[in-house]
């Protein structure tokens, strides 16, 4: 090229039309030109030489590695749990008295309790108009007073009647007279006597008293009303016991007996404790569960369990030993539960599990990895199978059995 450059400048210099300094500033910028493509060549080569070093000595990494994350591996450990049953239920009055009038046709004059209050046995709750009742009960006395005012006399004439008898001195048809009226007079005293306890009883009724001693549950009693037979004015709590009818499955039904310890918790947090009184017999054909009736003391109810409300409570069925791991080192995927599990070379596999119950932050493993299996403590999330993952071992805790 330079020599094509030199001939095509001889051929420019030998022209006789250029001046002599024309000529000269021709040549100058020819060979100018042919340096800095001289230079730009050099250049162009050393570098191409230096990336094709670099890229020579550049590291090999494996073909499809993804990045490594940094995991603590744990193995699952061996804990003494108590073997618990959930269920949940409604929290009822374990009998529930219905108090009613029990006469007709008066008028209710005072109510005397509400809703709550504490009652004991035989204390009066509502009184009813009772001037009709007493009316009738002094008639009833009075007639009972002359009814043995005619037995009196009846009895004074059979006895003469019978010491005239074996006489003769009167006859036949008048004794059997006088001991007839003496019959008589004794049974319309009975008579009078029953309807004045009748009486006594209608008048008893007009004060409304509780049967047994309880908590008062509902109230219909107004003053002013009219009471009917059976018409109901309150209702009790009996004993102001309490009793948590928990539903369980038919598969667990078997499981328990009478005696079994339940703990509740209530809506406000509080932990009750009650013992099961009762197993139902029977299942419900719809729901495939069964009635645990489970007794709850007085004391510990107080007002952290009400009559009427929803509770969730468990069963102990006793005590076993069971493998467990943190919460955080099971993945809940698509409705199962998974762990991943790190093989020699770090890289995770996702697995299965079976888990069963929780306490604290732990979680049985049923069944799905063996006691030795090392897996990843927590940020499963971030993982998918066959990650690559670097390894750092979890600080020693001893185990804890509840």
Do not use: C
């Amino acid at each position: 090229m330079l020599q094509d450059k030199h001939q095509g400048l001889t051929m420019t210099l030998s022209t006789p039309l250029l001046s002599p300094g024309i000529k000269r500033l021709v040549l100058v910028s020819v060979l100018v030109l042919g340096a800095a493509a001289i230079w730009t060549m050099t250049q162009d080569s050393k570098d191409s030489g230096e990336q094709k070093s670099i890229i020579a000595d550049a590291p090999k990494t494996t073909v499809g590695a993804k990045t490594a994350l940094t995991v603590m591996a744990i193995t699952p450990q061996f804990v003494e749990w108590p073997r618990m049953l959930e269920a949940n239920g409604n929290i009822t009055a374990w009998q529930e008295a219905i108090i009613s009038a029990e006469i007709s046709n008066l008028r209710l004059i005072e109510v005397r309790v509400n809703v709550g209050d504490r009652v004991q046995k035989g204390q009066v709750l509502a009184r009813i108009s009772n001037d009709t009742v007493d009316a009738a009960l002094s008639e009833s006395r009075a007639s009972v007073a002359e009814a043995e005012a005619m037995l009196a006399e009846a009895r004074a004439n059979g006895d003469r009647a019978r010491q005239y008898q074996a006489t003769g001195f009167l006859s036949a048809q008048h004794i059997n007279q006088y001991l007839t009226a003496e019959k008589t007079a004794l049974a319309r005293l009975n008579a009078a006597r029953a309807r004045m306890q009748a009486d006594q009883l209608r008048l008893a009724q007009t004060a409304v008293r509780a049967p047994d001693d309880g908590v008062i549950s509902a109230r219909t009693a107004t003053v002013g009303s009219m009471t009917q037979p059976g018409q109901e004015l309150f209702r009790l709590i009996r004993g102001s016991r309490l009793e948590w009818r928990a539903e369980v499955s038919a598969a667990d039904l078997g499981r328990l007996k009478p005696g079994v310890t339940a703990t509740l918790t209530a809506p406000n947090g509080a932990r009750v404790q009650g013992r099961v009184r009762m197993v139902a017999p029977t299942v419900d054909p719809q729901t495939l569960n069964g009635l645990v009736y489970v007794d709850l003391p007085v004391a510990e109810t107080g007002d952290a369990l009400r009559a009427g409300t929803f509770a969730r409570g468990e069963f102990e069925l006793g005590r076993a030993r069971t493998m467990s791991l943190p919460q955080s080192a099971v993945l809940l995927r698509d409705g199962f539960s998974y762990v991943f599990r790190l093989d020699d070379q770090n890289t995770v596999a996702q697995t299965k599990v079976a888990v069963g119950q929780r306490m604290g932050n732990q979680i049985e493993i049923v069944s799905g990895i063996a006691a030795d299996t090392r897996v990843v403590a927590s940020g499963a999330g971030f993982l998918a199978d066959g990650d690559l993952v670097r390894v750092v071992d979890a600080p020693a805790t001893a185990s804890q059995n509840p």
